[in-house]
Nanobody, 121 residues
């Protein structure tokens, strides 16, 4: 069983910062891409940022220059440092990983349970 557990969400004022963490645990053979997505009320889930096993990153235009994604391969953990937060960043943030649970299995998508980020104006 693979689990992705997020932490670090909360309530912050506009202009503030938060750091999200997501740790993958369980039967893990190899992880390729890890990332963060978010879903605001009444909206579709959208990509925030991703990072590959090689360290290549990709950001949504709306967060470029404000958010930084990083990864600790030894700990199977991905982080999202969020600075200069805006009310429109309010959403449930979900961790994602593309991984193989064993050498016998193919690549599969795994999701965390989500963590709420609320930015007040």
């Amino acid at each position: 069983q693979v689990q992705l557990v997020e932490s670090g969400g909360g309530l912050v004022q506009a202009g503030g910062s938060l750091r999200l963490s997501c740790a993958a645990s369980g039967s893990i053979f190899m992880i390729d891409v890890m990332g963060w997505y978010r879903q605001a009320p009444g909206k579709q889930r959208e990509l925030v940022a991703t990072i590959t096993s090689g360290g290549s990153t990709h950001y949504a235009d709306s967060v470029k220059g404000r958010f930084t994604i990083s990864r600790d391969g030894a700990k199977n953990t991905v982080y999202l440092q969020m600075n200069s937060l805006k009310p429109e960043d309010t959403a449930v943030y979900y961790c994602h990983a593309l991984l193989r649970a064993s050498w016998r299995t193919t690549w599969s998508d795994y999701w965390g349970q989500g963590t709420q980020v609320t930015v007040s104006s």
